[in-house]
């Protein structure tokens, strides 16, 4: 089983400020990684897949890089509404799955 | 666009099944660009992958959890479903169902999720 490690699991920013997250996997992915956001009470939202690509109307301050054990996500500006958790998950392993155990973002 | 809708019981007996029930509308299950999937969270906890399934019936599911899950397909309904035996308060999370596009491999469109507490 591939596992995936975030850092830190909690960041204390303000707004307008840029956020950095990781994401390391046990073993190589390749570019296989996502990045998603939950906020209290819903369901996570995709932002990123394949490592850098962001989904459909994911706005252009939140960008995703790296490959094989090391990942990045960067809100380059956060805005109110960017504080929640993050989330990452691997399909480098197919068909196993796994999700990262996220950070949290929080308001300084 | 898609949407998915989990229901089912929101309270299990311990060492009785949990089943829930993923509703899905925008599209077909039959669809071979999505598989179709299970995640699970539990109270303040992070998100765990339960599994999968493709519309040819072909399932994948988290070893940790195999031996106890039963994933399955309805398309006459349009609507996959989730089997979990043998349940402790261990399995007592939010359960979403959601899709999997088949090739960024990442779950693009979410159920709202269900809340399921196992409890006597």
């Known amino acids: 089983e591939i596992v995936l490690a975030q850092s830190p699991a909690t960041l204390s920013l303000s707004p307008g400020e840029r956020a950095t997250l990781s994401c390391r996997a046990s073993?190589?992915?390749?570019?296989?990684l996502a990045w998603y956001q939950q906020k209290p009470g819903q369901a996570p939202r995709l932002l990123i897949y394949?490592?850098?690509n962001r989904a459909t109307g994911i706005p252009a301050r939140f960008s995703g890089s790296g490959s094989g054990t090391d990942f990045t996500l960067t809100i380059s500006s956060l805005e109110p509404e960017d504080f929640a958790v993050y989330y990452c998950q691997q399909r480098g392993n197919w068909p196993q799955l796994t999700f990262g155990g996220g950070t949290k973002v929080e308001i300084k | 666009q898609l949407q998915l809708q989990e229901s089912g019981p929101g309270l299990v007996r311990p060492s009785e099944t949990l089943s829930l029930t993923c509703a899905v509308s925008?599209?077909?299950?039959?669809?071979?660009?999505?598989?179709w999937g299970w995640i699970r969270q539990p109270p303040g906890k992070g998100l765990e992958w339960i599994g999968n399934i493709y519309h040819t019936g072909s399932t994948y599911k988290n070893p940790s959890l195999e031996s106890r899950v039963t994933i399955s397909l309805d398309t006459s309904k349009n609507q996959f479903s989730l089997n979990l035996n043998s349940v402790t308060a261990a399995d007592t999370a939010v359960y979403y169902c959601?899709?999997?596009?088949?090739?960024?491999?990442?779950?693009?469109?979410w159920g709202q999720g269900t809340v399921v507490i196992v409890s006597s």
């Open positions: 959601a899709s999997l596009e088949r090739f960024s491999g990442a779950f693009d469109f």
């Open positions: 073993q190589s992915v390749s570019s296989y």
């Open positions: 925008g599209d077909s299950i039959s669809n071979s660009f999505y598989y």
């Open positions: 394949d490592a850098s």
